[in-house]
């Protein structure tokens, strides 16, 4: 059964300050897609970022670059030079590609991150 | 351009009551559909998924149900609400056979008093 952990439950940082998210997933498929989301107060997810199981370049949009690592089985998410906007909650997400049209995603409990002026 | 629409956006009802969520697409056709219950604590829980009209699957036995009666509109109903239902209430949709991301809409918050 595939699986995401978020170790961290709440991150405070100040302004400007780099901070990263970290996302480790089990499966047991050779094909998968991990995922980013962000929460902010309003409630509504927002997807920031795709990678495929067989992509391990890492990836910049602006503020925002994300490590994938095969080999520790991890996903993670940093963002420099933190902004108050960036305050809200991020999920992590796992789904296998093997199987089925539904493409279904497992979250992780998410990490609370609130940036202070 | 793909938008979705959940409505209402906030809900106060006693335990007993029934419930209807509705929540449509626009700009996609076949797209598979979602519901998700965000309760205290952030988890997110897949309730009900949809490839088709008339094509639910449940991951939960719960007290709710779905349904889908046209291609892009998604129904989260119940007969009798139960204090338990409260929470946060996200519907989602994502490309049939495409690249698995998922959309949110923005939400429903659900009050059972």
């Known amino acids: 059964a595939q699986k995401v952990t978020q170790a961290q439950t709440e991150i405070s940082v100040v302004e400007k300050e780099d901070v990263t998210l970290d996302c480790v997933y089990e499966?047991?498929?050779?094909?998968?897609?991990l995922f980013w989301y962000k929460q902010p107060p309003s409630g509504e997810l927002v997807f920031l970022i795709r990678?495929?199981?067989?992509?391990?370049q890492n990836e910049i949009s602006g503020r925002y670059s994300w490590n994938f690592q095969k080999s520790t089985s991890s996903f993670n998410f940093t963002i420099t030079a933190s902004q108050v906007v960036d305050s809200a909650v991020y999920f992590c997400?796992?789904?296998?590609?093997?199987?089925?049209?539904?493409?279904?995603?497992?979250f992780g409990k998410g990490t609370l991150l609130t940036v202070n002026p | 351009s793909q938008t979705i629409h959940q409505w209402p956006a906030t809900l106060v009802q006693p335990v007993g009551s029934p419930l209807s969520l509705e929540c449509t697409v626009e700009?996609?056709?076949?797209?598979?559909l979602y519901w998700y219950r965000q309760a205290a604590g952030r988890g997110l829980q897949l309730l009900f998924y949809?490839?088709?009209?008339?094509?639910i699957s449940s991951e939960v036995p719960q007290n709710l149900s779905a349904s889908r009666p046209q291609d892009r509109q998604f129904i989260l109903s119940s007969k009798k609400l139960l204090l338990s239902d409260s929470g946060f209430y996200l519907c989602?949709?994502?490309?049939?056979?495409?690249?698995?991301?998922?959309?949110f809409g923005p939400g429903t918050r659900l009050t059972v008093t």
């Open positions: 499966t047991r498929d050779t094909t998968y897609y």
């Open positions: 700009g996609t056709s076949n797209p598979n």
């Open positions: 989602a949709w994502s490309s049939a056979g495409g690249l698995h991301e998922q959309y």
């Open positions: 990678r495929n199981s067989f992509d391990e």
């Open positions: 949809s490839v088709g009209i008339g094509q």
């Open positions: 997400a796992l789904s296998e590609g093997s199987g089925g049209s539904n493409y279904k995603l497992t």
